[in-house]
């Protein structure tokens, strides 16, 4: 009897515990708009709950991939440059983040998207091969986001078969994990299974979503996210005017006049690599005359625009360009690069989708740090784009 009691209490104790830890989290989940929205984090971007509980009106995804790691420090990367204005940005992706990875998120938001708008800074680099690597692509996967896309009824029956499908395709390398994303989407499609299988599941489930909240939370503790700031009483708090977007072109022009000067106007950290791999004979030179067209990336692409148009969610494609002087050197010449220019245009255009095309800035001095990631031009031109995709209904005019 006494054992009895023992493990009654120490039940008793644990379920306190977790519904104590539960409450904690689930108050603070919710964090200052902008730090949250630019904040660049592991955490956050696998995260439903953390992207779910940010997304207010003012707040506009941006999916893409490295580039939006670069030049965080910078007074022109969209965290400063967006620091004192009304639009927030929610910066989603890193390294190996492509148009799957992305489309399995947006669709997992549901209706917590109110701006009903995203953006897309789509890089030729996710076109090469036979795009994502299934090993990328699991080293990204968020199975909470899978969860969510799969409870999502405003996604048509073909666009979630597709994701499902070329989810499986990519897992097949992560047994366990493919294991329970075809149980998730056996219970998703309604066929029956085992009461204790069932279960097991029903608990698996509950399990990831507290994870999810508290590993959420745990990481913007640890990175001092402040909490969600109160309007002031006229309620015009962070809204300045929008942004001197020649101001910062003149700006990124001068820093980048200042800096040690290559063939490539390159920054000069990103040069010396570089140069470095040159004289070791480890830069890869071959002609190439038709590359980046992968089907499969160009399928996710496609998959992405439909849970945009299946979601109500009006889309914009940056198409980012490469740095023309380094991809010359390389081998990959202007035509093949306008070939595939040429071919995402042509795409999008037959989707009815909205684009802002910056491959004319290839050549562009100052606007690469490396070969293909943004500068101070680059990224004042994408926010610039960023900024006005986000005025254009009218109603986030700022003075």
């Not at 506009?60 to 939006?68: D, K, M």
């Not at 940056?318 to 220019?341: H, Q």
């Amino acid at each position: 009897m006494k054992k009895l009691m023992a493990f009654l209490l120490a039940l008793l104790l644990a379920a306190g515990s977790a519904a104590g830890i539960h409450g904690f989290c689930r108050g603070r989940v919710q964090r200052d708009s902008h730090t949250f929205a630019t904040w660049s984090s592991e955490k956050k971007f696998l995260s439903w709950q953390g992207l779910a509980a940010n997304l207010d009106a003012q707040v506009v995804p941006v999916f893409g991939s490295s580039e939006i790691q670069h030049g965080r420090n910078s007074r022109f990367h969209p965290a400063q440059v967006f620091a004192n204005t009304s639009f927030q940005p929610m910066l989603i992706g890193a390294g190996y983040y492509q148009s799957l990875n992305h489309a399995i998120t947006l669709a997992s938001l549901q209706d917590r998207v109110k701006s009903k708008k995203a953006v897309l800074l789509l890089s030729p680099q996710w076109f090469r091969g036979h795009g994502v690597k299934a090993e990328a692509f699991a080293s990204r996967f968020s199975e909470i986001q899978f969860l969510h896309m799969l409870e999502n009824s405003g996604i048509s029956r073909e666009t979630r078969e597709y994701l499902v499908e070329r989810t499986k395709t990519l897992l097949a390398k992560d047994p366990k994990t493919l294991a329970r994303v075809e149980q998730y989407t056996s219970e998703a499609s309604g066929r029956k299974t085992g009461v204790w299988k069932k279960a097991c599941m029903k608990i698996y489930k509950g399990f990831l979503q507290e994870k999810d909240l508290c590993q959420t939370v745990m990481a913007e503790e640890l990175e001092g996210i402040p909490p969600v700031k109160k309007q002031t009483s006229s309620g015009t708090e962070n809204t300045s005017r929008q942004p001197d977007w020649n101001a910062l072109w003149q700006a990124a022009q001068e820093q980048g006049e200042s800096q040690e000067q290559n063939p490539y106007y390159m920054e000069p950290a990103a040069w010396k690599k570089k140069e470095a791999l040159i004289q070791k004979g480890k830069v890869k030179r071959d002609t190439v005359t038709d590359g980046y067209k992968s089907r499969e990336e160009t399928e996710d692409l496609k998959a992405f625009l439909a849970v945009c148009r299946e979601m109500e969610i009006e889309p914009l494609v940056v198409i980012l360009p490469v740095n023309g002087y380094w991809y010359d050197y390389t081998g990959y010449g202007k035509e093949a690069r306008a070939k595939y220019y040429e071919r995402i245009r042509t795409l999008l255009e037959e989707e009815q989708v909205s684009y802002a095309d910056l491959s004319g800035e290839e050549y562009t001095k100052y606007f690469f740090e490396d070969g293909i990631h943004p500068s101070g031009k680059g990224w004042t031109r994408i926010n610039e784009i960023l900024y006005r995709f986000y005025q254009e209904d009218g109603t986030q005019a700022e003075g």
